[in-house]
């Protein structure tokens, strides 16, 4: 996720009666789709809580796309995988994944987190962003390849609600930085928000999977807790590029859980 100086600096009060502007510029904010309207960051931050709901969105899309070109064309599993991850990542604009190699960047550095923050924002990338990049799409790529080709779109779909729970999760009990735009949504999160996409989430993951999908959904949620742990042993405060991070990670964790499942014959 992007880092920008938008709006109010935190300690501000997050507007919680903005309109239906705020869902739609979350979904523009989210994807690559040109939906021409007008909203501030801080009527987006409204409904951080549903961006599940917007995950499952995205998770049609590209699920949709990887039961064509399994089920339908039976393209190789490997380049199949390749193409579905492709636009996994094209379609929500690369921002989380730019957010996963500023991550990965900070997290590498040494120094006091002020200096690791200071890294982790800046332009170029390093060898700390490029190796957490390789590995988690790597991984993520593998997983997606080892998933059959009957259950692949429901594998996908949920994977999306469960990188967006993640996020949720990241944001919730994380304490935000004084600048760039991650701070409303982490200021716009409590528990209550939480166990409501947690909620919506675990519905959807049963109504598409059963048990497994719940499985899912609680992995990407552990995923999600894990990155607040990591980023606050390594910067104290969490920001956009951190939520990014808990994005691509709680994806890659939910369809490694999958695979061992599979494996395991669930």
Not at 104 to 126: F, T
Request: proline share 3%; hydrophobic share 55%.
């Amino acid at each position: 996720m992007m880092e920008k100086d938008l709006g109010p600096k935190n300690g501000d009060k997050i507007n919680r009666s903005g309109d239906w502007r705020g869902f739609l510029g979350l979904i523009s904010f989210s994807t690559i789709l040109p939906i021409n309207i007008h909203s501030t960051i801080q009527e987006m931050a409204n409904y951080t809580w549903i961006w599940p709901l917007i995950g499952g969105f995205i998770g049609i899309i590209v699920g949709g796309f990887a039961w064509i070109l399994v089920d339908l064309l039976h393209l190789p599993s490997l380049i199949s995988a390749a193409l579905i991850y492709s636009l996994a990542i094209y379609f929500t604009g690369f921002h989380h994944l730019d957010g996963l190699i500023d991550f990965g960047d900070g997290i590498m550095a040494h120094g006091n987190p002020e200096s690791k923050i200071k890294i982790m924002r800046d332009k170029r990338i390093g060898t700390g962003g490029m190796g957490a990049v390789l590995t988690i799409s790597l991984i993520t790529f593998a997983a997606i390849a080892s998933i059959p080709g009957s259950i692949i779109f429901a594998a996908i779909l949920l994977s999306e609600i469960a990188a967006k729970l993640g996020l949720v999760t990241c944001a919730t009990f994380s304490e935000p930085l004084d600048d760039g735009t991650g701070r409303f949504f982490i200021d716009s999160m409590n528990w209550k928000f939480l166990l409501a996409s947690l909620l919506v989430s675990l519905i959807l993951g049963f109504l598409t999977f059963k048990i497994i999908g719940i499985i899912m959904i609680i992995a990407a949620m552990v995923a999600g807790s894990l990155i607040t742990l990591i980023s606050r042993r390594n910067f104290r405060k969490a920001t956009g590029d951190v939520l990014g991070a808990s994005n691509e990670i709680s994806r890659m964790f939910s369809l490694i859980v999958l695979v061992i499942l599979i494996a395991w014959g669930f």
